[in-house]
């Protein structure tokens, strides 16, 4: 009996102690300490962005050494690998967002943000141009920001190629905007749909979900899709449920290309037994309001021109190059072979520059484009970024050392001092050490549909080819855990538990 009452107890003590820290952590969250404010005698970083590259570079590095000054149009960042989560409802998108107001208020020193979007990066004169381009402008909605260091992390665009229509009449699924237009076009296209002495090719037209790249954004977003009508729209309106139809387009023989043979067979089979369609071989041509024109090659080996109606279109063909980037790119002769993004070397610069950097999407690093890889650069950079101002401040030692030895009384005052300066020249070596980035690649996940997930694992020198459920409670947990905070970690849980009891929100707003 003395045993289980002591056990009761530590267990109780745990429990309040665990509630303690929780509790002292959110505590800690809602109320910052005092920042000391930006120091303009310090060397001004300018980074660009808020997504993947930019916010692991500001989460590691120590703004106390650089005045640091953050410009994007966007005031939060954005967790990508649940968005796709988000044009269904299965999570909310508040729930993968991370004011980044929140997150610079806790930096040991303060880093000025501005919501603006960089429109042109002069580089001989070492300045950015920025401009307001929210609804609501004051009477300076465009300036300039100097630059000592600046890192650009702006990603990328949606890649159209230049087909005619694409950008009229398709939904692009990179932003939380993109999420809610699809959001509501899907509802918008069942309710349609019902309309009293709607004609049944128009009906059929209006159900048909056509997501054109077989890639991994258009691969999760399909098998989203079709989740939601498997669990709940066919549910709430069993109208729609002979004529709801969800295809993929893919110009390649295949979809999920980066993935090993046996989880691209896994998930073409896990599509077919989903009802969703896959087009390989199928390249789109011409988009129109209502209905894509798309070239395959027919059985007789020739080519057909098809007309497929839609009533949603979705486009995730990769990515394309900012503007702001590609006039960077025509400002710097070693860049003209430049066409995926700008050439950097293994130290993250920008080829043929000084003190600029690039990471993500925005730069070609012989890596995908991924979250992954944006995000180890961007900590890379903040590693460096602290040992270089380390390294400036022992320079600055060292020099002051040296004076101070020419001017010491006497040799035993003279030795002190030259003791004083071999220790530092000793950390200065250590410090100075900083060796190149290389990317340590943790596997590729995608989550197909029906708590379905495929994996691909690096395991010894080999790698690990997974699907299945098993995988899928992997996926979740692994996106769990890389979330941005725990509010976010804690949002996800609750709002998969509430899509599952309640079922997802069919309303448009
Ligand atoms: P982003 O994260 O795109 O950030 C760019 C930032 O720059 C944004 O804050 C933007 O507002 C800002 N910006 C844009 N223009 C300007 C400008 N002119 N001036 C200043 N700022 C500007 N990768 C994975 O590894 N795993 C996944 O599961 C995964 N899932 C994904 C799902 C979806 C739906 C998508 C679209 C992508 C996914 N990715 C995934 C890819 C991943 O999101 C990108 O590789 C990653 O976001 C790149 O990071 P980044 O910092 O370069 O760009
Ligand atoms: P992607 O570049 O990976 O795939 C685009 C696909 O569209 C290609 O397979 C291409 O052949 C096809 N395509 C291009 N033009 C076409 C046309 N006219 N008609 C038909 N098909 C056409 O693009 P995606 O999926 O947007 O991914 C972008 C980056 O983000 C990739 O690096 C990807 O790895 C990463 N990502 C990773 C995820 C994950 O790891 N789970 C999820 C989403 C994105």
Request: net charge neutral; charged share 25%; hydrophobic share 40%.
């Amino acid at each position: 009996a003395g045993f289980f009452r002591w056990t009761w107890r530590l267990s109780k003590l745990a429990a309040i102690g665990g509630v303690g820290y929780v509790g002292y952590g959110i505590w800690e969250m809602r109320n910052p300490d005092d920042q000391p404010p930006p120091d303009p005698s310090k060397k001004t970083l300018v980074i660009l962005g808020t997504g993947w590259g930019a916010v692991s570079l500001l989460k590691k590095l120590d703004t106390e050494n650089y005045n640091v000054v953050v410009v994007s149009p966007r005031n939060y960042f954005l967790f990508t690998p649940l968005l796709p989560s988000c044009t269904v409802g299965t999570i909310e998108h508040r729930s993968i967002m991370e004011p980044i107001r929140n997150f610079l208020r806790h930096k040991k020193a303060s880093v000025k943000f501005y919501e603006a979007e960089a429109n042109k990066i002069d580089y001989e004169k070492k300045i950015v141009y920025i401009s307001d381009d929210s609804d609501i402008k004051g009477d300076v909605s465009s300036t300039e920001v100097p630059f000592d260091m600046l890192v650009v992390g702006v990603g990328a665009e949606n890649a159209t190629f230049g087909i005619p229509g694409v950008r009229e009449h398709g939904l692009f699924l990179k932003e939380v905007g993109d999420a809610q237009r699809i959001r509501n076009r899907i509802m918008d296209c069942c309710e349609t749909s019902t309309f009293k002495d709607q004609d049944p090719d128009e009906i059929k037209r209006l159900l048909h979900m056509v997501v054109v790249g077989g890639g991994p954004t258009g691969v999760e977003f399909a098998g989203e899709l079709q989740d939601f009508f498997n669990s709940d729209l066919k549910k709430w309106i069993p109208d729609i449920t002979d004529s709801f139809k969800v295809t993929l387009v893919e110009a390649l023989p295949n979809v999920l290309p980066m993935f090993s043979k046996q989880l691209i067979d896994y998930t073409e089979k896990t599509f077919k037994e989903e009802t969703i369609t896959i087009r390989t071989k199928t390249m789109v041509k011409r988009v129109t309001e209502k209905f894509i024109e798309a070239e395959s090659v027919g059985p007789d080996g020739k080519k057909v021109l098809e007309k497929i109606p839609y009533g949603l279109l979705v486009w995730a063909t990769g990515n394309a190059l900012r503007p702001v980037v590609k006039d960077l790119i025509n400002q710097l002769p070693a860049q003209a072979d430049s066409r995926r993004g700008l050439a950097v070397n293994e130290y993250l610069v920008v080829k043929g520059t000084e003190n600029v950097w690039a990471v993500g999407d925005c730069a070609v690093a012989n890596y995908a484009p991924t979250a992954q890889v944006a995000a180890q650069e961007g900590a890379w950079l903040a590693r460096m970024f602290n040992q270089m101002a380390k390294t400036s401040e022992i320079q600055e030692k060292l020099g002051e050392l040296s004076i101070a030895q020419e001017k010491a009384p006497g040799k035993e005052a003279r030795d002190k001092v030259f003791d004083e300066i071999k220790d530092l020249q000793k950390s200065l070596r250590r410090v100075k050490q900083i060796s190149p980035f290389e990317y340590t690649h943790n596997g590729s996940l995608a989550y197909i549909g029906s708590d379905k997930a495929v994996a691909d694992i690096p395991w010894f020198v080999g790698n690990f080819a997974t699907g299945g459920t098993l995988t899928y409670f992997f996926w979740r947990s692994a996106y769990v855990s890389m979330c941005f905070s725990t509010r976010n970690r804690i949002l996800v849980c609750v709002d998969w538990v509430k899509s599952k009891v309640f079922g997802r929100d069919v309303s448009r707003v």
